[in-house]
Nanobody, 124 residues
Framework: QVQLVESGGGLVQAGGSLRLSCAAS????????MAWFRQAPGKEREFVTT????????YYADSVKGRFTISRDNAKNTVSLQMNSLKPEDTAVYYC?????????????????WGQGTQVTVSS
């Protein structure tokens, strides 16, 4: 079992920045691929970014590439999402997620554990 708790969401103007954090507890954090997903009102949960267990490989959705950066600290059991140049269309609830193996790294159904989510609102 892994428990995930996100923090760092809030209200920001377009062009601004936010940093989300996800603290993990439970089974060895370093065994898990970590990801961030987001869900806007009336829309399906969508992939944002993921990082492999060792931090060696990252993937980003095209919509955030060049603006968002995922990082992790396996010694502190944390994963972060630095979001720059935010746009109103980035407004959503952001979720931290963890998976061990199997399935597509881009699909929410492949992730076993989820945080409760943190709201990010970008005003125009």
């Amino acid at each position: 079992q892994v428990q995930l708790v996100e923090s760092g969401g809030g209200l920001v103007q377009a062009g601004g920045s936010l940093r989300l954090s996800c603290a993990a507890s439970g089974r060895a954090f370093s065994d898990y691929t970590m990801a961030w997903f987001r869900q806007a009102p009336g829309k399906e949960r969508e992939f944002v970014t993921t990082m492999t267990s060792t931090g060696g490989t990252t993937y980003y959705a095209d919509s955030v590439k060049g603006r968002f950066t995922i990082s992790r600290d396996n010694a502190k059991n944390t994963v972060s999402l630095q979001m720059n140049s935010l746009k109103p269309e980035d407004t959503a609830v952001y979720y931290c997620a963890a998976r061990y193996t199997g399935g597509s790294r881009f699909a929410p159904t492949s992730y076993y554990y989820w945080g409760q989510g943190t709201q990010v609102t970008v005003s125009s």
